[in-house]
Nanobody, 113 residues
Framework: VQLVESGGGLVQPGGSLRLSCIASGFRFSNYAMIWYRQASGKERELVARISSAGGRTDYLDSVKGRFTISRDNAKNTVYLQMNSLKPEDTAVYSC???????WGQGTQVTVSS
C-alpha cells in the first residue's frame, strides 16, 4: 500500500491550496477516505471524510464551508480543496483509507503572512 500526498506549501491567510493523495496497492474504490491533520504539539484530528463512491462527505466543524473533499476513483486519488485558509489550519495533512493503518508521509501546510 502506498499513499502519496502533495500540494502543500506556504500560503497567506485567506489563500487557497488543493491537496492530492494518490493511492495504490489496494482497491481504492472500496474504501471511504479521510484527510487528517496534525499541528505541532497537538493530536491528530479528522478534517474531512468521503464515502467510497463519493456520495457522502463529512467535515470538522471548523473547516465547514471552507474545505471540500472529493475523489476520482478512476485515478485512485482523493483531493482536499482548502479555501479561506487561516493560520490555525497550519499542520501536516495526511490521507488514510478509513479503518486502515495505512498512512502516507503527509504534506505540510503553513498559513502565515
Amino acid at each position: 500500500v502506498q499513499l502519496v500526498e502533495s500540494g502543500g506549501g506556504l500560503v497567506q491567510p485567506g489563500g487557497s491550496l488543493r491537496l492530492s493523495c494518490i493511492a495504490s496497492g489496494f482497491r481504492f474504490s472500496n474504501y471511504a477516505m479521510i484527510w487528517y491533520r496534525q499541528a505541532s504539539g497537538k493530536e491528530r484530528e479528522l478534517v474531512a471524510r468521503i464515502s467510497s463512491a463519493g456520495g457522502r462527505t463529512d467535515y470538522l466543524d471548523s473547516v465547514k464551508g471552507r474545505f471540500t473533499i472529493s475523489r476520482d476513483n478512476a485515478k485512485n486519488t482523493v483531493y482536499l480543496q482548502m479555501n479561506s485558509l487561516k493560520p490555525e489550519d497550519t499542520a501536516v495533512y495526511s490521507c488514510n483509507p478509513s479503518g486502515s493503518g495505512y498512512w502516507g508521509q503527509g504534506t505540510q501546510v503553513t498559513v502565515s503572512s
